[in-house]
């Protein structure tokens, strides 16, 4: 059984504990039920859903991401560049890709995942880093306090769950909007999982991102 880890708690997971040529990131949480009974859901008074996003950053050997998928104008698009999020699915090498992009928490287990195939990841990454985010918290005035059932975990290529962290019940106060999830790190020996658990008041895993850029 995996472990599960409080906020702002990191471990450190090597290969001799579990088989890292495979990771899956899974992120999960639940429809928020109707406000005030069925009356009020009769008048349209539902509560907002949340949208959580996961999305990854590929980091070459200074730790940095050097591929933004920049326009005929020089500016960042995000597009076919090593940010994996729900406008740039796949990953140009195939060895890292988004599931898709799940906006309401319908369903049962993970209802998104990124999958990374390390042992096939070309030479030049060093370090992959996972973000989670609830996309316009700021705007619907939602965090990880409100969002049901909410949590984001990681899975080895034995399928056996590494890490998890639960983001609702209580877990993070009305101002955490994303977190700093986990990096997977390139040693010489193979990959080594660090599970790290830094909320932010960020709805926007772009502002994370400005710190590998």
């Known amino acids: 059984m995996g472990l599960s880890l409080k906020k702002g708690q990191g471990v450190s997971l090597k290969k001799t504990e579990h088989d890292l040529s495979k990771v899956t990131i899974g992120l999960g949480w639940d429809i928020n039920p109707v406000k005030n009974g069925l009356l009020a859901g009769l008048f349209g008074k539902t509560a907002p859903d949340y949208d959580l996003d996961v999305a990854a950053f590929l980091c070459e050997a200074d730790g940095k991401v050097h591929n933004l998928g920049r326009d005929s104008n020089g500016k960042a698009t995000l597009i076919d560049s090593d940010v994996i999020f729900f406008n740039n699915l796949c990953h140009h090498s195939g060895c890292l890709w988004l599931t898709g992009d799940n906006r309401t928490g319908s369903g049962d287990g993970d209802d998104e995942q990124i999958i990374v195939k390390l042992n096939d990841l070309p030479a030049q990454y060093s370090k992959v880093v996972f973000?989670?985010?609830?996309?316009?918290?700021?705007?619907?005035?939602?965090?990880?306090?409100?969002?049901?059932?909410?949590?984001?975990?990681?899975?080895?290529?034995?399928?056996?769950?590494?890490?998890?962290?639960?983001?609702?019940?209580?877990?993070?106060?009305?101002?955490?909007?994303?977190?700093?999830f986990a990096e997977l790190m390139r040693e010489s020996?193979?990959?080594?999982?660090?599970?790290?658990?830094?909320?932010?008041?960020?709805d926007n895993f772009v502002d994370w991102l400005k710190q590998y850029v």
């Open 131 to 180: 973000v989670v985010q609830i996309y316009q918290g700021i705007k619907n005035n939602q965090s990880f306090a409100g969002v049901n059932n909410a949590f984001i975990r990681a899975v080895d290529a034995r399928k056996q769950e590494m890490v998890r962290f639960n983001l609702s019940g209580g877990a993070y106060n009305d101002t955490c909007r994303s977190l700093l």
């Open 189 to 202: 020996s193979g990959w080594a999982f660090n599970a790290i658990g830094t909320a932010s008041t960020s």
